[in-house]
């Protein structure tokens, strides 16, 4: 893959006026080759956009901003598969382009020196399907002494992608996925140095992008392979749902880091055929944990440990004595849960000006062997899956020194 971005800038101040203007282009080539040298997947992206957001300070308690975004989307892909058949052939192939303009308008209140409100709305428009989303929101926040609650409500859209519309499966008449958030969120400082913060979130989606028909699966008894042509829906439903609870403590000498725990719950439905499954980005439990001491002016040590229980392998998969067979479920299998820690050192020298730093760290310093599920490779009659796995980072020593003036 080879992207290429260029992104401009451009700031106006005065008195209670503050506007920002950014120009930005990326191009991106994208291909994919079978240890064969054979092509299967070629892509290239274009995005031009300009976004200009602006700010006014009608008050010291009152703040109104509005924006616009305009882009044009431009994309050519190419798709082949291989039958035992007929060899390799297009399964997908299009050039297309569109517009996406999009204005927003929003409003901040300051009620005193604890309460905060801010509402506002945007409005999206997709020219591929020439549908327009209109999406309010609103958030606030209370705090007294050591103790502030949040909240907030708001509705997203997401338009389809050119694959969604004009890929091997793909369907003109798609239209926008939609989603809904709420959150609460409760904080409490402990110290001028250390605060707890536990959220909760509630994530209802709707109209999402979906069919079994482009996943190999059993159905009937039997191995039904995808079946290429307009088959998407608009017709998945769900929710993600759960709560992240985090403290940090920190100090610029001494013991300084963040524990953090999450839970949560991903499902989904679809109304077509009345499958429930897991989201395939459902994680039941995430772990984050970070510390770094500072033993003295020159010397600082650090360490990062990630737990994750791991998302579902996507698709119809079972595992039975150790061996992966398609099913009638879809999202059985999970992979492995994930692990790594990483260690650090600097060392700082200190001049007038300057400061040079000597670093050397090691990632996963346990080795722990943590896997990702690639690509289905193939699968027989019989419905035995063979599949791609791949390591990820392995134990990785490394040194370097960095240099600020």
Do not use: C
């Not at 791609?388 to 370097?400: N, T």
Request: hydrophobic residues 35%.
């Amino acid at each position: 893959m080879e992207t290429a971005i260029v992104n401009t800038r451009w700031q106006w101040t005065r008195s209670q006026f503050v506007s920002r203007t950014g120009v930005y282009f990326s191009n991106t080539n994208a291909e994919n080759i079978n240890a064969g040298g054979e092509r299967l997947y070629t892509s290239r992206a274009q995005d031009i956009g300009l976004r200009n957001d602006t700010s006014y300070q009608v008050s010291s308690h009152h703040v109104v901003s509005a924006g616009v975004f305009v882009r044009h989307l431009n994309e050519e892909s190419q798709r082949r598969r291989f039958s035992s058949g007929t060899g390799f052939a297009v399964t997908s192939g299009y050039q297309a382009s569109g517009w996406q303009p999009g204005l927003h308008a929003d409003t901040t209140w300051r009620i005193g020196d604890g309460i905060a409100i801010t509402a506002g709305a945007r409005w999206d428009y997709f020219s591929p399907t020439q549908e327009h989303a209109l999406l309010p929101r609103i958030s606030g926040s209370y705090t007294i002494a050591r103790t502030t609650i949040t909240a907030a409500w708001g509705q997203y859209s997401q338009f389809p992608d050119f694959e969604h519309l004009h890929g091997e499966f793909g369907v003109p008449t798609l239209h926008s996925q939609r989603s809904t958030h709420a959150i609460v969120a409760i904080e409490q400082r402990i110290t001028e140095r250390t605060r707890i913060r536990a959220e909760f979130y509630d994530k209802r989606e709707s109209s999402l992008i979906f069919s079994e028909e482009t996943e190999p699966r059993i159905a009937g008894g039997r191995v039904v392979r995808p079946r290429s042509g307009p088959v998407l829906r608009n017709t998945l439903s769900g929710y993600s749902r759960g709560i992240e609870v985090y403290i940090q403590r920190r100090s610029a000498n001494r013991l300084s880091g963040w524990v953090s725990y999450a839970l949560g719950i991903s499902r989904f439905r679809d109304s077509a055929t009345q499958l429930v499954f897991d989201g395939d980005f459902d994680q039941r439990h995430t772990v984050n944990v970070y510390g770094s001491y500072r033993l003295t002016k020159a010397l600082n040590l650090s360490a990062k440990f990630r737990y994750g229980s791991n998302f579902p392998a996507p698709g119809f998969y079972i595992f039975n004595a150790g061996t992966l067979f398609l099913t009638d479920k879809r999202n059985l299998t999970r992979l492995p849960a994930y692990s790594r820690l990483d260690v650090r050192a600097n060392y700082a020298f200190h001049f007038d000006r300057w400061k040079l730093t000597l670093y050397t760290e090691i990632t996963n310093a346990l080795a722990r062997d943590n896997v990702r599920f690639t690509d289905l490779d193939r699968y027989n009659l019989a419905g035995q899956v063979f599949y791609g796995r791949e390591s990820l980072l392995p134990f990785l020593p490394s040194a370097g020194v960095s240099i600020e003036f």
